[in-house]
Each structure stands twice: as structure tokens, then as C-alpha cells.
């Protein structure tokens, strides 16, 4: 690869289509953007460069159709040609994928073997892989998994206390989620609050519509809140969290939900939206929670107790606790539920630095606490350079091979 050289990273999911282009090396993108509503007939193509936004027509396309016309647009502002590699984001790596990897048609044969794991991502995720090595096939393609981060849980973390057959013959085991922002994250807790980087603990809340926490020890995640599928753990925008599982017997018995009911229950109509029954935008509940609505304030009183519950128990994984780090959506931009969270962290050591936390909003990054051991920190993720520094990286190290 060249200095010069172009990473397009894709992000593919049942309806969508995310894309970043980055310069190797640059965390900022050129381009980015998403093809949303795709096979609808409002599907469109936003497309962001610096301050301008383009918007692409797609009438109905899908995939296929959004990927072709994300390439015109490469083709027209003479950016094609610099694209080196494509780096795609893969829910689930299972068992067998523990890092990232060149894509190959023995490796997709695997991955699709596992799709089971993640029904709702893995076949979107293998679509547009699919379709991008057929209209890029002169560049290599690599495979970033959000699960592969977590690979280095213990079996006490990542069993389930059932029958054993269960994981051996099917796989049930917690995976954990989000790995991609947690490792970027920690990474950058380690550089910017000055920890040592062979000894420190570290507990990342990643919080957007999907949210997760994890515990981070000398650079490894140990525990982490999300299972099998990305439904347990933390509440959502729109998925429940942790629930009784004999919540959902009586459910069932009870109002005769089918499997395929309570699967979409929980995971479409439960979180902040089903609490609130207004939203599961965390800055419309803080609007309407501050005019008085009730189911709002619940929603928020819920979403904070189950985190600062689990950030409590998160930071018993590891030896000692260094710092508390907030990002995503609304890690990085709600003051409300940082402050909220923070005052229930007490026992922990964590003391909020009430005007710091105010600041920390709109892209802001810094330290959020009076305490200095433990602190809290608000750090901004950046999967898709993540993304594209594991292509490079992976590319760079293959190349030798086929220059030979």
C-alpha cells in the first residue's frame, strides 16, 4: 500500500448500508455516509464531504444498488482509483474468528455457518461483503469482528450456567459486543489519561441506541455486559436488557406470545421506548422528562440504575479500578445521564466535576471528575478508523506474501 492509499470501510446492515473513506493513517474521514430504507421506495444516499451533504436517489435499490452508486460517486470526485482496500464491519466472529482477517470465499463458507449466532446482522454483514468483493475485486477485502475483543473473556465470564451440551453442541455462550468501540476507547483511555499500559483497569460504556459496558484490564477485556446475542445487559433504545427469563414463560402462558413475538418485543418494541412509550431517543425523554412526563423519567431512572449497577459490578473484574470512560451517542453528548450515573458511583470513589461534565458535549473530549483515582472521562469512539487501521495493517502484512 501507498502512503496515498484510500480504506473504505462498510458497514452493512439488514436495511443500511454505513460507509467511511478514510486516508491511511487519517481518522477523519473524506467521505462518509449511510443508504438508508434500502428495497423501500424511499431508500436514499446521504453522502457527508467536510460541510457539504449529498443526497442520491436510490428508488427502491437495494445493497447492490447502493454500493454501485456510492462508487459513481468515488468514480466522479477521482477518489476510486486511490481505494487500496475495503474493511467491513462483522457482528458476530463466533468461536472461530478471534481477530481481524482477509476475506475469502473459505472464510465466508465459515462465517455463514455461524450465522445462526446473529440472525439479525451476520446476513447483512456477509450480503455486503459478498457484493463489495464482486464490484472491488482487484482489492483486497478485510473482516473486522465486533465479538473478536472479547475473545480473551475466561469461561467463567463467558458460560452460561446451564447444561453444558448447550455450548458444546450449540454454541450458548455470552460473546460480548461492541468490541470495536471498546478496544478503540480503551486504547485511547490508556493514552490520553496517562494510565501505565501493562498495569490498569478500566470499565468502557458505550451508550447509543445499542449500549454495552465492559471491563478492561492492561488492554483486555475481562467482562462484559452484553451474551449470546447483543440483547443482554444494559436497557436500550429499543432492546430490554437483562429480564427474568421466566418473565418471558409467563408472557408466553399468559398472552400467548409465539417466540417470534417475544423476540420482537424485546428487541423492538422494549428499552427506553417500551418505558417511556414516547421514544427511544435519549434527547427526546430528557426534553419531555424535564416538562413533567412520567414514563420518560422512568425510562431514564431505569437506563441509569441498570449502568451505574453494572459499571459497580464491571469494576470487581478487574484488580483496581483507574477510571469510569463514557462514549457513544449518549456517552459522549447527555450530561443528564453521565451526572445521574456518576452520583450513584460513590462507593467506587468516583466524585463528578459538575461544571466539567456540563462542557463535556458536541464532539468535546476530557475528564469529567474531581477524584483523580478512580476518574471518569468522556472519550469520542472512532470504530470506522479502527476499521481501517486493522485493514491496513492486515494488507501491509499480507502483501510480502504476494509479492513472492
Known amino acids: 500500500m501507498h502512503n496515498n492509499s484510500l480504506i473504505l470501510v462498510i458497514n452493512c446492515g439488514s436495511s ?4 467511511a473513506l478514510l486516508a491511511e493513517g487519517k481518522r477523519t474521514p473524506i467521505l462518509s455516509g449511510v443508504a438508508e430504507n434500502l428495497g423501500q421506495p424511499e431508500s ?24 454501485a452508486a456510492l462508487l459513481t460517486t468515488l468514480r466522479q470526485r477521482e477518489l476510486l482509483g486511490s481505494v487500496a482496500a475495503v474493511g467491513h464491519r462483522v457482528a458476530h466472529g463466533g468461536e472461530r474468528f478471534t481477530g481481524s482477517m482477509l476475506a475469502s470465499d473459505t472464510v465466508l463458507e465459515d462465517l455463514e455457518a455461524i450465522s445462526h449466532l446473529a440472525p ?19 482489492v483486497p477485502h478485510v473482516l473486522v469482528f465486533d465479538t473478536a475483543f472479547h475473545s480473551s473473556l475466561a469461561p467463567s465470564a463467558y458460560r452460561y450456567a446451564i447444561p453444558s451440551e448447550f455450548y458444546e453442541k450449540a454454541g450458548v455462550r455470552r460473546y460480548g459486543f461492541h468490541g470495536t ?7 485511547e483511555a490508556v493514552a490520553q489519561l496517562d494510565l501505565d ?10 451508550l447509543g441506541n445499542g449500549a454495552s459496558a465492559t471491563a478492561v484490564h492492561d488492554g483486555k477485556s475481562v467482562d462484559t455486559t452484553m451474551g449470546l446475542t447483543p440483547l443482554e445487559g444494559l436497557v436500550m433504545g429499543t432492546r430490554s436488557g437483562d429480564i427474568d427469563a421466566g418473565a418471558l414463560f409467563h408472557i408466553a402462558r399468559e398472552v400467548g406470545y409465539s417466540l ?11 428499552g427506553l421506548l417500551g418505558l417511556s412509550g414516547l421514544s427511544n431517543d435519549c434527547r427526546t425523554l430528557e426534553s419531555a422528562a424535564a416538562e413533567g412526563h412520567a414514563g420518560a423519567q422512568l425510562a431514564l431512572d431505569v437506563f441509569v440504575h441498570r449502568l451505574a449497577r453494572y459499571i459497580g459490578a464491571l469494576a470487581m473484574a478487574v484488580p483496581r479500578l483507574d477510571a469510569v470512560v463514557f462514549t457513544g451517542g449518549i456517552g459522549e453528548n447527555s450530561s443528564y445521564v453521565r451526572a445521574k450515573t456518576m452520583a450513584r458511583l460513590g462507593p467506587l470513589g468516583l466524585m463528578l466535576d459538575a461544571a466539567e461534565n456540563e462542557r463535556m458535549v458536541g464532539g468535546r473530549c476530557g475528564i469529567i471528575s474531581s477524584s483523580l483515582v478512580p476518574m471518569a472521562a468522556v472519550i469520542a469512539t472512532n470504530e470506522e478508523w479502527l476499521i481501517a487501521s486493522d485493514t491496513s495493517a492486515i494488507v501491509r502484512r499480507a502483501e510480502p506474501m504476494h509479492a513472492s
Open 16 to 19: 443500511s448500508l454505513k460507509f
Open 44 to 67: 436514499r444516499l446521504s453522502i457527508r464531504q467536510t460541510s457539504d451533504k449529498t443526497l442520491v436517489g436510490l428508488e427502491g435499490g437495494d445493497h447492490r444498488a447502493a454500493l
Open 120 to 138: 439479525l446482522h451476520n446476513p447483512a454483514n456477509i450480503l455486503g461483503i459478498r457484493i463489495a468483493r464482486e464490484t472491488l475485486p482487484d
Open 181 to 187: 468501540s471498546h478496544r478503540f476507547v480503551a486504547n
Open 197 to 206: 499500559p501493562e498495569d490498569h483497569g478500566i470499565v468502557v460504556a458505550h
Open 260 to 270: 417470534d413475538e417475544l423476540d420482537t418485543m424485546l428487541n423492538r418494541r422494549s
